[in-house]
């Protein structure tokens, strides 16, 4: 039952980002995300970035930022190595702010995995 719901609400939440033509993903851990984060960003920790495959097609363009740029770098490598032809490391999420031209914001929408 708590996969199907997870399901759910990972399909939900792609659905609605999905009239958007990037995805910012926040590749830090839920409290970090909590702390500050783009606005209109994601959150997928690192570790579970494959769980996108279900729900963005390898073709569209992904930006991942972290703290630093190296988490958001190993997920970038592992995108890449599942056929992801878009993914672009914006390093930490000063750069990722100046980058994209957004602003960090702390308002909590709660959109993460």
């Not at 000063?94 to 709660?110: D, F, M, V």
């Amino acid at each position: 039952m708590q996969k199907y719901l997870y399901n759910f609400f990972v399909l939900s939440l792609f659905l609605s980002f999905h009239l958007t033509a990037d995805f910012v993903i926040d590749v830090r851990t839920l409290d970090e995300y909590r702390s500050g984060h783009l606005e209109d960003s994601i959150n997928i920790e690192w570790q579970k970035i494959s769980s996108i495959e279900e729900y963005i097609s390898k073709d569209e363009i992904i930006y991942l930022y972290c703290r630093s740029g190296n988490r958001s770098g190993k997920a970038a490598d592992i995108l890449i190595s599942k056929g992801y032809m878009n993914v672009i490391n914006l390093g930490s999420i000063e750069s990722a702010a100046e980058q994209l031209n957004r602003k960090i914001t702390k308002n909590i929408n709660e959109k993460f995995f």
